[in-house]
C-alpha cells in the first residue's frame, strides 16, 4: 500500500487514499518513473491521473464502485500491446493488472486457470512444463487477457481454434463491485461476449482454458525471394492445408539475421511463419508442399517447443500506425499490391501479414461467440512503426488504402484494428454489436469501460 507523489489536485489525491484503504494493493499518483512503466505499443507513454496495482482479484472488485463514482475514464492495462492503446488514457485511473500473473494447472481435467494480467510467454512457459499448449498469438509479451478478449490467433489455431475458442471460463469484477464467476452453464451469454467482443465488459481477474497435449511442434520460417504467384500460392496452400498447419504469410524487409543470406537483408521477402502440430511426418508433407511453391532461401522449420516460436516484441516510444481486414482471395494483383506497398510506405519496420483462417476457427459456428468472422478465408494486417511521429501521420492514409485494396469489404480484426474511426463498426457485425452492446449494458450500465 502506497501512495505517492502529493502534487495532484485535491480531487484525485482524495481518490487515491479512498482507493488505498479498501485494497491490499499499490496506488500510485504517477511520477514519471511509474509512467514510462505503463507505455502502450507504438506511442509515448501517457499520463494517467492514478494507476492502481491490485494484489488480487478481491482488490478490484472493491476499487471498482468508487471508481464509477469518480466520472474518471478507466482502463484495464496488462500486456500493454493495445494497437488502439485502450488501455491507458490521459487523466484516467490504470488498473494495472500485470500483478495477477498466477498460473495453475489441472491436468487431470486439463485445465488451466490464469491471472488476467497473465502474458502469453509465461502463461506458456507453465503449461509446457505439463507437456501442454494453449494456442494464443505470434508474440509472447502480449497479455492473454486483451488477446482472448478480441479472439487471439496464432500459430495453433487452425488445429485448436481461437484463444477465445480454448477459453471455459472467466473471473469477472464488473463495475458494480461484484466477481462473477462466467462459464456456460452460469452465463451463457455473458461468456458469449467475453469471447472476441473485446474489452469493455469488466476486468477479467481470471481465465480458465482448455489445454491440448502437445510437447513439440515442427514450426519456424521459410524465406522466399518476392513473386506475386508464389506469394498468392502460398497464402492458398496453407488456407487449403492441414489443420495441423498454422502459418502467416508476411511481406517485409529481411532482417539481418544469421539465418538470412546477406545478399537479401534489408530486401523484400515472403516469408512463411508458423508450426505443423501434427506427427513428424505429416509435418514434413506439410512443409515439402511449401517449400516446393517456390526457391527457398532460408529455411528454420525443425522440431520446437511451440512457446520457442513466440517473440518478445516491444515498440518502444516509436509510433505504430496499424491496419486490419479480411481477404476471401489472394490473387497474383493483390499479391503484386502487398509487395510494391513496402516501397510506398517508407517505414523503417512495415509488414504486410496475412493470415489463412479456416480449420478448427471455421468449424465454430459463426454466432457462437462475438468473433463473428469465422467465414473469412485470411485476415490481412498492415504494421508498420516509424521513430518520427510526423512521417507515421503521412503513412496513415496509405495504410488504410492498402488495407482497403488487399480486403474484401471493411471489415477487421478488433485486436488489430488500431486507431481507426468507428473500431466497434467494423470489428462487428450489426446483429453482433447490438448484442454485445445489450450485454455491455447490464454488466456496464454507466459505460465505464467504453469511456476511454
Ligand atoms: C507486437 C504485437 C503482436 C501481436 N500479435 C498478435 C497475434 O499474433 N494474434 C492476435 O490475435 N493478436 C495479436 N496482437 C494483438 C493483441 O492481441 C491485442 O493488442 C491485445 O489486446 C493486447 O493485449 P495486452 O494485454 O497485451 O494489451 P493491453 O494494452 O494491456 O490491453 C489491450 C486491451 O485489452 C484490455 N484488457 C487487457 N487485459 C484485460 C483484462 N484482464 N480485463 C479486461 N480488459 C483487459 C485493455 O483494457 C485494452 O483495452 C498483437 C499485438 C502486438 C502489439
Redesign the pocket.
Known amino acids: 500500500m502506497s501512495i505517492y507523489s502529493a502534487s495532484v489536485g485535491d480531487s484525485t489525491s482524495a481518490l487515491a487514499s479512498r482507493l488505498d484503504q479498501l485494497m491490499d494493493g499499490e496506488v500510485l499518483v504517477p511520477d514519471a518513473g511509474a509512467v514510462a512503466a505503463l507505455t502502450?505499443?507504438?506511442g509515448p507513454p501517457r499520463r494517467p491521473a492514478l494507476i492502481i496495482r491490485p494484489r488480487t482479484a478481491v482488490d478490484v472488485a472493491r476499487a471498482l464502485p468508487v471508481l464509477v463514482e469518480s466520472g474518471l475514464p478507466v482502463?484495464?492495462?496488462?500486456?500493454?500491446?493495445?494497437?488502439?492503446?485502450?488501455?491507458v488514457a490521459d487523466g484516467g485511473v490504470v488498473i494495472d493488472?500485470s500483478g495477477l500473473s498466477s498460473v495453475e494447472i489441472d491436468a487431470h481435467s486439463r485445465v488451466a486457470m490464469a491471472g488476467?494480467?497473465t502474458?502469453a510467454g509465461r502463461y506458456g512457459e507453465a503449461v509446457a512444463a505439463h507437456g501442454f499448449v494453449t494456442g494464443?498469438?505470434?508474440?509472447a509479451?502480449?497479455?492473454?487477457?486483451?488477446?482472448t478478449?478480441?479472439?487471439?490467433?496464432?500459430f495453433l489455431s487452425r488445429r485448436v481454434g481461437l484463444?477465445a475458442d480454448q477459453l471455459v471460463g472467466v473471473e469477472l469484477a464488473t463495475a458494480d463491485g461484484n466477481l462473477r464467476t462466467v462459464d456456460a452453464e452460469s452465463d451463457p451469454d455473458l461468456l458469449w461476449a467475453l469471447r472476441g467482443g473485446?474489452?469493455g465488459?469488466?476486468?477479467?481477474?481470471q481465465l480458465r482454458y482448455r489445454l491440448t497435449e502437445i510437447r513439440e511442434v515442427h514450426g519456424g520460417v521459410l524465406l522466399f525471394e518476392p513473386d506475386a504467384h508464389l506469394l498468392a500460392a502460398l497464402v492458398d496452400a496453407v488456407a487449403d492445408g492441414p489443420d495441423e498447419l498454422s502459418a502467416m504469410v508476411n511481406v517485409l524487409a529481411a532482417p539481418p539475421a544469421p539465418f538470412v543470406p546477406e545478399r537479401l537483408r534489408g530486401h523484400p521477402v515472403l516469408a512463411v511463419i508458423g508450426a505443423h502440430s501434427g506427427s513428424p511426418r505429416d509435418a514434413a508433407v506439410a512443409w515439402d508442399v511449401l517449400r516446393a511453391l517456390g526457391p527457398v532461401v532460408a529455411d528454420t522449420v525443425a522440431a520446437v517447443p511451440y512457446g520457442s516460436l513466440l517473440r518478445d516484441?516491444q515498440?518502444g516510444d516509436a509510433t505504430?500506425v496499424t491496419g486490419a481486414g479480411f481477404a476471401d482471395r489472394m490473387d497474383a494483383a493483390r499479391a503484386e499490391r502487398a509487395i510494391a506497398a513496402l516501397e510506398d510506405l517508407r517505414a523503417p519496420v512495415a509488414v504486410i501479414n496475412i493470415r489463412p483462417m479456416g480449420g478448427a476457427i471455421a468449424r465454430v459456428p459463426v454466432g457462437a461467440t462475438a468473433f463473428a468472422h469465422r467465414d473469412r478465408r485470411a485476415m490481412v494486417i498492415v504494421s508498420t512503426i516509424f521513430s518520427d511521429s510526423a512521417a507515421a501521420e503521412t503513412a496513415r492514409p496509405i495504410v488504410d488504402t492498402l488495407v482497403t485494396d488487399l480486403s474484401d469489404g471493411d471489415a477487421g480484426?478488433v485486436?488489430?484494428l488500431g486507431d481507426v474511426p468507428d473500431p466497434e463498426r467494423r470489428a462487428f457485425p450489426p446483429a453482433t454489436l447490438e448484442r454485445l452492446q445489450r450485454i455491455r449494458a447490464t454488466v456496464d450500465p454507466t459505460g465505464m469501460f467504453s469511456r476511454a
Do not use: M, Q
Request: proline share 2%; net charge positive; no cysteine.
Open positions: 502502450v505499443y507504438g482502463t484495464t492495462r496488462a500486456g500493454g500491446h493495445s494497437f488502439g492503446r485502450r488501455s493488472v488476467g494480467g502474458t494464443f498469438g505470434d508474440t509479451s502480449v497479455g492473454i487477457g486483451g488477446l478478449l478480441g479472439g487471439g490467433i496464432g484463444a473485446g474489452p465488459l469488466g476486468v477479467v481477474t516484441e515498440a505504430a480484426y485486436n488489430f
